[in-house]
């Protein structure tokens, strides 16, 4: 709960600081894949992949003609995935993210940039459920070993179009075990299109 309190904390600090700076607000919302890495033991690590949809905002800085910065707060939902390949276990995932974001620009022209970004992705767990045929399971309960919170290091590449038209397609690692189980390790990864409308 305090680390949840705390990145609230952090993006409504980015948030104001941006209303005082030559900020330009942009939404957006994204589709892709949240891929998870299972390995217990010695076992060879299995991957399983979740579809996921997210609303976005951000606050973008754009320092010169060439380089930018920008901080945002996603919210991400997560769902699909079969555990064990049993089509009766789904899992249900709900993330809030905050990506602090470097890019480097490349002029295409006078109303479009090529981008190509990268950083870091504080990311905590608000929920994450087990939906069964009749039932409902909180993984919370079930693994009191479970961490919400997550770190992701990523980037991607991004087109701008006059401004206010903004596609993006990344992907993040997470440098975390989600899992503090002994011997067993859990990371997630996101990939991800993303739209955007800057104002």
Same mark, same amino acid.
């Given at each position: 709960?305090?680390?949840?309190?705390?990145?609230?904390?952090?993006?409504?600090?980015?948030?104001?600081?941006?209303?005082?700076?030559?900020?330009?607000?942009?939404?957006?919302?994204?589709?892709?894949?949240?891929?998870?890495?299972?390995?217990?033991?010695?076992?060879?690590?299995?991957?399983?992949?979740?579809?996921?949809?997210?609303?976005?905002?951000?606050?973008?800085?754009?320092?010169?003609?060439?380089?930018?910065?920008?901080?945002?707060?996603?919210?991400?939902?997560?769902?699909?995935?079969?555990?064990?390949?049993?089509?009766?276990?789904?899992?249900?995932?709900?993330?809030?993210?905050?990506?602090?974001?470097?890019?480097?620009?490349?002029? *295409? &022209?006078?109303? %479009?940039?090529?981008? $190509?970004?990268?950083?870091?992705? =504080?990311? +905590?767990?608000?929920?994450? /459920?087990?939906?069964?045929?009749?039932?409902?399971?909180?993984?919370?309960?079930?693994?009191?070993?479970?961490?919400?919170?997550?770190?992701? *290091? &990523?980037?991607? %590449?991004?087109?701008? $179009?006059?401004?206010?038209?903004? =596609?993006? +397609?990344?992907?993040?690692? /997470?440098?975390?075990?989600?899992?503090?189980?002994?011997?067993?390790?859990?990371?997630?990864?996101?990939?991800?299109?993303?739209?955007?409308?800057?104002?």
């Amino acid at each position: 709960m305090k680390k949840t309190f705390f990145l609230l904390s952090l993006i409504a600090c980015f948030f104001a600081a941006a209303q005082t700076a030559d900020a330009q607000i942009s939404l957006g919302v994204g589709s892709g894949s949240r891929i998870y890495t299972f390995q217990e033991g010695n076992n060879p690590a299995k991957p399983g992949v979740a579809p996921t949809i997210s609303v976005e905002f951000e606050a973008n800085f754009r320092l010169s003609k060439v380089f930018g910065l920008s901080v945002g707060a996603d919210l991400a939902g997560v769902a699909g995935y079969h555990f064990m390949n049993d089509k009766s276990k789904n899992l249900g995932e709900i993330y809030l993210e905050a990506p602090v974001r470097a890019k480097l620009y490349i002029p *295409l &022209g006078s109303k %479009v940039d090529l981008y $190509i970004f990268g950083g870091p992705v =504080a990311s +905590v767990n608000l929920v994450s /459920g087990d939906f069964h045929t009749k039932q409902i399971t909180n993984n919370y309960q079930a693994n009191p070993n479970l961490r919400r919170f997550d770190l992701l *290091l &990523g980037g991607g %590449v991004g087109v701008e $179009i006059i401004r206010h038209i903004r =596609a993006t +397609v990344g992907y993040d690692h /997470g440098l975390i075990n989600r899992d503090g189980t002994p011997g067993r390790n859990v990371h997630t990864g996101a990939l991800k299109v993303a739209a955007y409308y800057m104002f």
